[in-house]
């Protein structure tokens, strides 16, 4: 057992995998000798060469592209977008060449990569820098798309999306990589398509992703402390597959829904998850579920702005409150 | 069109053999170009001090080595002109006339910023004095700059667009479809690439299998040069023959400035690809501030004395738009939702 930081178990995540496995190889821009922009790659390129980890070009077509030329021939490729914002200057390969390999060759081209790149908001980088932007990814068929919030569900989930046979999208928070959580030694592997009930409880049920599940738990202990109500958090860990079987049992026991998302409102992964919901357990709602999201706007510099955008821990505890009393 | 030989990253910058000729500036032109260059970098310490102080966040890419090229290309446009750029952006801002304390709050993230605190520092604008950007995304200002040379192109003014990019982002795509596009339709844009030898922790030969980026435009037929992107004379120079040669209707130009950041890639970065010792030797030799003191002294354009006067009145500027950014208030929350649409 020791206590890794999520960026450090980013690193031993990955060193897992390439010691396992030698077609696991690793590219991106800055990851190798520079230790990645976010620090989170340290040491790997000093433990497994320049061959397998790779220094790329500030070109973000070519390192997905290359990636998926790769996979398509049995390398498995853990490839770096720096910024989640940049899928925007390569969505092609995200968007129209991983997701339909499988598909449109009749299952003869496969795409067995991962796409790890850091989301989320928090530093102060603006409207360029900052989205979540997990809902892009999980609106397209044929990827998977996975968010840890904690190091060990970093290690265990990087497992998971290297042995994938399918593409893997790895969403990593921005504001979670100085977090600190105990991992035990030895190998770890999770299970893609499982969320983890991390606080029980029987009055309402609140899903969260990433950075807002650490939120959500502050939210659910206010809750308690000042008003003795009891939520259950589900960190959804996984977007496709999705856990649907976790989330209604929850909601067959609270009776209550909320959702926890940082992407702006329209469109969320949140209204997904209400649908789901509503399609399916509409009997077991005591009440309309409630999506606490970023308001549909760009993300703003300024320090007072971007807290403001972002679901806090107060915002939560008080949307979930007035909902339950009213 | 013959081209300089490669220079390997650890090579101090030195001028293109292709280059042109480096006119003498007056004692005018020695002035102002000491004067402005000062500007940006006393205004670039400042910024890094009031980051370390935590009055800044985010990012925050300083211009500090490199103030001759936007000062040398300043120098050779007129009103109507455009420029654009990527994040490392305070330069530029200060060279096209904005408002010092307008992009110090911006840093801060005040209300009286160029984006009301919403953009940050990499983030600003001033379609009033031409600066379009101010782009996060590496490479993106390269295919709006050349949009800025197809609005000159199409009303048939004869503006260019300098539209700057580094080394690093010369080995994005869109570099290439905007240079066969501006080739093509004879756009009237100065593509700027500023080398200064690293992209993040990247140095150029690293990253690059033609590290002389004058001649990434060979193929679609852009004449491109290099030139000694510390020597404010020699930027001027050859600005003022590519901008001559998109005025001409004559299409796009390259040129690929040799130059240097002294700071690390943005507040964050301590450098350590790369030695002290060659950070040394490039400002001891070929700093462009101390290149235009040691020539003004020299030339008796001024005297020690006048210098310490300018000196004194770019720190007044710098020191009163920190001031002002520090005390500007705070952007009111429901700016959160102006701007977004109409
Ligand atoms: C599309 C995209 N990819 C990567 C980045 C991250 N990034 C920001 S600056 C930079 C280095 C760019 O280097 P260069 O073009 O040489 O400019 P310099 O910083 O040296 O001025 C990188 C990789 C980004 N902002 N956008
Ligand atoms: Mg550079």
Redesign the interface.
């Known amino acids: 057992m020791a206590e890794l930081t999520y960026r450090d178990a980013v690193a031993r995540g990955i060193a897992q995998e390439m010691e396992r496995d030698n077609d696991v190889v690793f590219l991106g ?2 990851i190798g ?2 230790g990645g ?1 976010f620090k989170a790659t340290v040491g790997l390129y000093e433990k497994f060469g320049p061959l397998r980890v790779r ?8 390192i997905l592209g290359a990636a998926m030329g790769a996979a398509m021939t049995g390398l498995k490729p853990i490839a770096e977008i720096m910024f989640s ?2 899928f ?2 390569c969505f092609d390969y995200i968007a129209n060449e991983f997701p339909k390999s499988r598909y449109m060759t009749n299952g003869q081209v496969k795409c067995p990569l991962v796409v790890r790149t850091g989301n989320g908001a928090g ?7 900052s989205q979540s932007i997990e809902n892009w990814a999980m609106m397209i068929p044929g990827l998977k798309v996975v968010a840890p919030s904690t190091p060990l569900d970093v290690i265990g989930l990087m497992a998971a999306a290297v042995r994938d046979p399918d593409p893997v999208i790895f969403f990593e928070h921005k504001s979670l990589y100085a977090t600190k959580g105990e991992v035990p030694d030895g190998e770890i592997v999770d299970t893609l398509g499982t969320a983890k009930i991390v606080r029980p409880g029987k009055d309402a049920t609140i899903l969260a992703l990433a950075l807002m599940v650490p939120r959500a738990l502050e939210a659910a202990e206010r809750l308690k402390a000042e008003h003795g109500i009891d939520v259950e958090v589900i960190d959804l860990r996984s977007l496709v597959p999705l856990d649907t079987q976790t989330v209604l049992a929850s909601v067959a026991r609270t009776h209550r829904l909320f959702t926890v998302e940082e992407n702006p409102r329209l469109c969320g992964w949140g209204a997904e998850l209400v649908s789901i919901v509503a399609d399916e357990a509409f009997y077991d709602l005591d009440g309309p579920p409630v999506r606490i999201t970023t ?4 993300l ?6 971007e807290d ?2 972002l679901p806090n821990a107060e915002r939560i505890a008080d949307r979930v409150r007035r909902s339950l009393e009213g | 069109m013959a081209v300089a030989k490669n220079k390997p990253a650890s090579e101090p910058a030195a001028p293109s053999r292709d280059a042109p000729g480096i006119a003498e500036f007056s004692k005018e032109q020695e002035l102002t170009s000491y004067r402005e260059m000062l500007l940006i970098r006393r205004f670039e310490e400042k910024a890094g001090q009031m980051y370390g102080m935590g009055l800044i966040g985010g990012f925050c890419h300083l211009y500090i080595g490199q103030e001759a090229v936007v000062i040398g290309m300043q120098m050779a446009i007129k009103t109507g002109d455009q420029v654009i750029t990527g994040y490392r952006d305070h330069g530029h801002m200060l060279a096209c006339g904005m408002d010092p304390k307008g992009v110090m709050a911006e840093l801060t993230g005040r209300t009286h910023g160029y984006s009301k605190g919403k953009g940050g520092s990499m983030h600003m604008f001033s379609v009033e004095k031409g600066f379009f950007g101010g782009h996060g995304i590496v490479a993106g200002q390269v295919s709006l700059g050349t949009g800025l040379g197809f609005i000159n192109h199409y009303r048939g003014n004869d503006n260019v667009s300098l539209t700057y990019f580094g080394d690093g982002a010369a080995n994005q795509g869109q570099v290439y479809e905007s240079f066969n596009m501006a080739q093509l339709w004879k756009l009237p844009v100065v593509y700027i690439i500023e080398n200064n030898r690293y992209a993040m922790g990247t140095a150029v030969n690293r990253s690059s299998a033609q590290t002389d980026f004058s001649k990434r435009g060979l193929s679609f037929n852009i004449p491109g040069i290099q030139v000694d992107g510390m020597d404010v004379r020699a930027v001027k120079a050859a600005g003022d023959l590519a901008v001559e040669w998109c005025r001409a209707g004559k299409g796009p130009y390259i040129l690929e400035m040799m130059t240097y950041r002294y700071r690390g890639h943005s507040m964050s970065d301590p450098a350590k690809y790369r030695t002290r010792e060659e950070v040394e030797k490039v400002r001891t030799e070929h700093d462009p501030i101390e290149q235009v003191r040691a020539r003004l002294l020299q030339k008796k354009f001024a005297s020690e004395e006048d210098l310490k006067k300018v000196d004194a009145e770019v720190r007044a500027i710098v020191n009163e738009a920190a001031e002002f950014a520090s005390h500007d208030p705070e952007p009111d929350p429901s700016e959160l939702w102006t701007d977004v649409l109409r």
């Open positions: 821009e800055d000798k520079a922009v220094d790329t070009p500030i070109s973000e077509q070519a914002d940049f925007a200057v530093s102060r980088f603006g409207a360029q820098h308001p549909h706007i760009p703003p510099a300024a320090d007072i702005l403001l955008a």
